[in-house]
């Protein structure tokens, strides 16, 4: 029987190039360049660091990590950006998580959504990924086109189709 698995997934090593390439640019940028602001990717507990002297640059700099990300291929639904807060000194921080995996009060909302398209097809969570199936491969097209276009608030991937 056909199927597919939605997953919210994404690739560490295309974050931290993203990371990478906003430290580089916020050197090299004129407004940027005495506000001491930096930028690291902590991949083992998967959370970026942002520093700066004041909230304006810490906000340019988020922006600059936001176009990055995008121009990487990847989604900015992956970032969860933490309150700012006041570091030593009279610099600022910012914590992004990055998140991967469906948790369970999603998973739900994306089962009731594909139940609700009344298609003969059947979706159960398994763990941190939802396993779709149906019998005609255009249901399961049509349900991949529909997720795509509803918000949920969080990266989806469309992933093991299988025929």
């Given amino acids: 029987m056909p199927s597919f698995d939605v997953v919210s997934t994404f690739d560490i090593q295309e974050v931290d190039n993203a990371v990478n390439i906003t430290s580089r640019e916020v050197m090299t ?10 930028i690291s990717l902590n991949k083992t507990d998967k959370i970026i660091l942002a520093e700066a002297k004041n909230e304006m640059a810490l906000n340019a700099m988020t922006d600059i990590l ?27 921080r910012q914590k992004i998580n990055l998140k991967e ?14 139940k609700e398209l009344k298609l003969k097809a059947q979706s159960q969570i398994q763990g941190e990924q939802i396993r779709v199936t149906a019998k005609k491969i255009d249901d399961l097209q049509h349900i991949i086109e529909k997720l795509k276009t509803h918000d949920f608030k969080i990266h989806l991937d469309f992933v093991n189709f299988k025929k």
Avoid at 30 to 36: S, T
Avoid at 66 to 92: C, Q
Avoid at 101 to 111: A, C, Q, T
């Fill in 66 to 92: 936001r176009n990055r990300t995008i121009n990487r291929k990847l989604s900015i639904k992956i970032y969860e950006f933490t309150e700012i807060e006041n570091a030593s000194g009279m610099s600022v």
């Fill in 101 to 114: 995996g469906i948790d369970k009060e999603h998973s739900k909302k994306i089962n009731s959504f594909i």
């Fill in 29 to 38: 940028r004129y407004d940027l360049r005495d506000q001491n602001c930096q």
